[in-house]
C-alpha cells in the first residue's frame, strides 16, 4: 500500500490532462479534483456489467463489457482526443506531460482505455489503485497536525470578508463555507451553486491543505461540524476545536450593514422562505416582524429580528472555547491595516 501511494504521487506530479474513467454517479460522488470525466460505462452499463458479475462471474461480464466496449468506441476516442487536444501539446514521456487515467481501483477500466492511447502513442499512464488509494491520501491528510487558526466572530462580523483580505495577502486560507457552495445559516444558499459531494468536499480540502506549508498558520473561519449538506472532516474539526481563535468584535450597526449589504439583493420570496424554514426557532412574533419587513423592504427590521436568535445560538455554541484572543474591528474598514492587527494579537 505504501508503494501505491508514493505511486499517487508520482501520478499527481505529471503534467496533461487528467481523465476519470468510472461512471457519472461514480465521479459524481467524488472524484480528482481538475479531472474530466470520459466514462467507459455509462451509470446503466455499469449496474448491467456488476450484476452479470456477481451471478455470472467475471468471465461473462468482461464479455458483456467489451461489447459495450466496441459499440461506443469512436465516441470515447472524440471524447479523448478532444480533451487532449485542449492542453495544446503532444503527450510526450520526455518532457512528463502524459496522459493521466484512473478508475475506482486501477483496473480494467483505466488498463482499458490506457490502451487504446497507447495505439495512437499518447504515453497513456494509469494510477495504481486508483481512485481507492486517493480517497485514503485524503482521509489520511485530515489526521496530520495542522497549525489551524480560526476565525470567530458574531454573525455580521464579516468573518469570510476577513478570510478574503487574508488570502488577498497570501496567507493560509481555507474557505470552508466557499467550498461547500453554502454560508452555514438558514440563508447560506442564497445565491450560491449547488453544494457538492460530501466525499468530493473533503477531496477539495485535502487539496488545499496539501499546498500549505505544515508548519505556517492556516486561517479558517468558524463553523459547526456541517455546512449545509456538507460536513467537516471529523478529524480537521477536532483540531479547530482545540485551536487558538481571533474573536472579531463589531458593533451591531456594523453587524447589521454588513447582513444588509450581502442579503437584502434576493428575491423577497427567497427570504422568507428562509425565515419560514426557522420559525419555531425565531418565535411567532418575531417571524411575523421579519416576513413583514420582507415584503416592505425594511432591511434593518429583517436583520435586527433574526440577529437576537444568531446570537443566541453562538454564544451556545462558544461555550467551553478557550484560547480566544479578541480583536475589536467596530467601524474598521476590512483593508490591509487589519493584517497587522491580527499579527498583533497572535
Not at 482505455?113 to 494510477?127: G, M
Request: charge should be positive; charged fraction near 30%.
Amino acid at each position: 500500500m505504501y508503494f501505491k501511494r508514493k505511486e499517487l504521487e508520482k501520478f499527481r506530479s505529471f503534467k496533461g490532462p487528467l481523465i476519470d474513467v468510472r461512471s457519472p454517479s461514480e465521479y459524481y460522488k467524488g472524484h480528482l479534483p481538475n479531472s474530466i470525466n470520459i466514462p467507459l460505462f455509462d451509470n446503466d452499463e455499469r449496474s448491467i456489467i456488476g450484476t452479470i458479475y456477481k451471478k455470472e462471474g467475471r468471465k461473462k461480464a468482461v464479455i458483456e463489457g467489451l461489447k459495450f466496449f466496441e459499440k461506443k468506441i469512436d465516441l470515447l476516442l472524440d471524447n479523448l482526443f478532444m480533451s487532449i487536444d485542449s492542453y495544446g501539446k503532444i503527450p510526450n514521456k520526455n518532457n512528463d506531460f502524459l496522459v493521466k487515467i484512473y478508475c475506482s481501483r486501477g483496473g480494467m477500466r483505466s488498463q482499458s482505455i490506457a490502451w487504446l492511447l497507447d495505439k495512437f502513442k499518447l504515453n497513456p499512464v494509469t494510477l495504481g489503485g486508483g481512485y481507492k488509494i486517493y480517497r485514503r491520501w485524503v482521509l489520511d491528510s485530515f489526521s496530520k497536525k495542522w497549525n489551524i487558526v480560526v476565525i470567530g466572530g458574531k454573525t455580521g462580523t464579516g468573518k469570510t470578508r476577513l478570510l478574503s483580505l487574508l488570502e488577498k495577502y497570501k496567507y493560509q486560507t481555507i474557505d470552508l463555507e466557499g467550498f461547500a457552495c453554502h454560508r452555514g445559516s438558514t440563508f447560506g444558499g442564497l445565491g450560491m451553486k449547488e453544494q457538492p459531494s460530501n466525499e468530493q468536499f473533503e477531496n477539495i480540502i485535502a487539496e488545499k491543505l496539501n499546498s500549505f506549508k505544515s508548519s505556517n498558520n492556516i486561517f479558517v473561519e468558524a463553523e459547526s461540524a456541517n455546512i449545509g449538506k456538507c460536513k467537516i472532516p471529523h478529524e480537521f474539526f477536532n483540531q479547530m476545536k482545540d485551536s487558538r481563535r481571533i474573536e472579531i468584535l463589531r458593533s451591531k450597526s456594523n453587524r447589521l450593514d454588513e447582513l444588509i449589504d450581502t442579503y437584502s439583493v434576493f428575491k423577497k420570496e427567497e427570504l422568507q422562505e428562509s425565515v419560514l424554514r426557522i420559525k419555531k426557532r425565531l418565535g411567532p412574533q418575531r417571524t411575523k416582524i421579519a416576513l413583514e419587513s420582507i415584503n416592505n423592504e425594511k432591511w434593518d427590521l429583517v436583520c435586527t429580528s433574526v440577529l437576537d436568535y444568531y446570537d443566541k445560538c453562538y454564544e451556545f455554541e462558544k461555550v467551553g472555547k478557550t484560547n480566544i484572543r479578541l480583536l475589536d474591528l467596530t467601524d474598521k474598514k476590512y483593508d490591509e491595516r487589519i493584517i497587522e492587527l491580527i499579527n498583533n494579537v497572535l
